[in-house]
């Protein structure tokens, strides 16, 4: 076996899926034995712990990001972590409510911030929100996997909206970009896990 389907090996183990697992991505970089490979199952690794996240925080960022994603493997896989990290039904319900939630909200304030126009602003949202108010999760948490699904989503409005809402609720400026590097290495992965 070579080193490079040795590594594919070990990273499809760990997520659960058969060796055999192949996308097309994942056999185009198998194929070019890509140096990638390697990096790629470090960068998958390191979504699971963080300096300033606790790993069930780590689990449920990777699960809301995966589902914003519509990525079947990586969602049934952060599920399972999140559950083995303690996270009830319910904190998982919430990251899978998020993204969805989220997923609108992205959408209709990127499309007010892009406008620029006003009579946008003063007509109602009308997008019930009312998981915002009281989460399971908690209200910093809640406002951190906001944010990262609307970096994942590209809305700097809601990005924007997010920090200053964790920054004011006492969330360092660590723990936000930890959030922020987990959320973009878990769509990596989605990139050949699919």
Request: with cysteine; net charge negative; glycine share 4%.
């Amino acid at each position: 076996m070579s080193e490079v389907t040795e590594t594919i090996t070990e990273l499809l183990q760990s997520i659960g899926l058969e060796s055999d697992y192949r996308t097309e991505s994942l056999t185009l970089l198998e194929k070019g034995e890509s140096r990638y490979l390697r990096d790629f199952k470090l960068n998958f690794t390191s979504t699971l712990t963080s300096e300033h996240l606790s790993t069930k925080e780590c689990a449920l960022l990777g699960l809301s990001v995966a589902i914003n994603n519509n990525n079947t493997p990586l969602t049934q896989y952060y599920t399972k972590y999140a559950e083995e990290q303690g996270a009830t039904a319910a904190d998982i319900a919430e990251a899978a409510a998020c993204a969805s939630l989220l997923a609108s909200n992205n959408i209709f304030y990127r499309f007010r911030h892009f406008t620029k126009k006003e009579k946008y602003n003063l007509i109602p949202a009308r997008i019930r929100m009312q998981i915002m108010m009281k989460p399971v999760t908690g209200k910093e948490f809640f406002e951190l996997m906001s944010l990262t699904i609307s970096a994942v989503n590209g809305c700097e409005l809601c990005v924007n909206a997010h920090e200053d809402s964790l920054i004011k609720l006492g969330t360092t400026e660590e723990r936000i970009f930890d959030a922020i590097r987990i959320a973009s290495l878990v769509t990596a992965a989605g990139k050949v896990i699919f």
